[in-house]
């Protein structure tokens, strides 16, 4: 059999081999198998795959395509089991191997129609390595910013926090459960300027930067403590931009304990 086409006598449908000779030119790896779940035909890109020609091929079943790994060829053969036994359509994540040795991740999308299924195979291992790495970069970004002394808070563009750091739960005294998802900790505690009086919406370093479109440096926040005591702090802001765009999407805010260094001047 040269291209993917329906086999006589199993498959005979008006159009259906001008259907399959379109399929046999698409960038997808397809094919077909029947009830008795041998394969009846392939396109082009699944030889390539798997590196194995259709004519070697044909009438064979998907254990002979993974003798080395049997409980793949068992998973498929499962999910061939309940698309029988429900027609219609089915999809699902697996990793494979191919006859020489390739590890991938791919997705399996099948689909039943009278006398057979229908199989198309895409590739995913460059998504999921892609995926891998941000993850690790990520992970690493949080644990550099964990160890970081100084707080940090990240808000939205309508100046909701987003994220934060163990420094700003450990300087605000709030966990960031209840920091997140709120107009940050100004909005959660008492807070006072450096006159003592109480600082009021505008009067927030976050709100000050949107209003004059410029980062505040060393905008100091008083914290009242339920004791009477106050924390002061020194807050930083910046836009957050990403590259190639001149409008903001979030700002970050830096937090610094200065108590001592308050109490020090003021004595």
Known sequence: MGKLKPVKNTVEKPGLEAAFELLEHLPVPLYFKGRDGRYLGVNKAWEELFGISRASFLGKQVRDLYPQNPEIAEKH????????????????????????????????????????LIGAIFDV?????????????????????????????????????????????????????????????????????EDGTPLGQDDRPTRITVRTGKPQTDRRVGIKRPDGSVTWLSVNTAFLRRVDETDHYGLVSTISDITAQHDAEAR
């Open 77 to 116: 053969a499962l999910k061939d089991r309940e698309l029988w036994e429900r027609p219609g359509a089915q999809s699902y994540e697996i990793p494979i191997v191919t006859p020489d040795g390739r590890r991938l991740d791919t997705i399996y999308y099948k689909a039943t129609f009278p006398g057979g």
């Open 125 to 193: 291992t460059a998504r999921k390595a892609a995926e891998a790495a941000l993850r690790e970069s990520e992970e690493r970004f949080r644990a550099i910013i964990d160890s970081a002394s100084e707080g940090m808070l990240v808000y939205d563009r309508s100046l909701i926090v987003t994220a934060g750091n163990r420094a700003a739960e450990r300087i605000i005294g709030l966990p960031l459960s209840q920091i997140i998802g709120r107009q940050g900790f100004t909005s959660l505690l008492p807070c006072i300027r």
